[in-house]
Nanobody, 128 residues
Framework: QVQLMESGGGLVEPGGSLRLSCTASGVSLRDYAVGWFRQAPGKEREVVAC????????FYEDFVVGRFTISRDNAKNTLYLQMNRLEPEDTAVYYC?????????????????????WGQGTLVTVSS
């Protein structure tokens, strides 16, 4: 049984940092395309960042470029999202997702469709 579990969310002041973790069980993340998505109140879920499983390329949505970093530790079977210079607009539930299928075009990973497995989400609130 494949499970993804996020942790690390919480309340942070604007300009602060958080690191989200996504620990996998039942699957080796090293072989998976993985991504972080978020859903703000009243909005649709959107991609934040992802890693291709064909060549290891990463993608970041424009609103997080230079502030967020996606990475994974294969030994710990864990995916991370380091979030710096957080803004109130970053307030959302953050989800990790994974797909075991091979994608050669990283743009295929920008939507929810390719992902087979999702975590339950972790809430990030940026407020003073």
């Amino acid at each position: 049984q494949v499970q993804l579990m996020e942790s690390g969310g919480g309340l942070v002041e604007p300009g602060g940092s958080l690191r989200l973790s996504c620990t996998a069980s039942g699957v080796s993340l090293r072989d998976y395309a993985v991504g972080w998505f978020r859903q703000a109140p009243g909005k649709e879920r959107e991609v934040v960042a992802c890693i291709s499983n064909s060549d290891g390329r990463t993608f970041y949505e424009d609103f997080v470029v230079g502030r967020f970093t996606i990475s994974r530790d294969n030994a710990k079977n864990t995916l991370y999202l380091q979030m710096n210079r957080l803004e109130p607009e970053d307030t959302a539930v953050y989800y990790c997702a994974g797909s075991g299928r091979l994608y050669y075009d990283i743009s295929d990973l920008y939507t929810e469709r390719p992902y087979d497995y999702w975590g339950q989400g972790t809430l990030v609130t940026v407020s003073s």
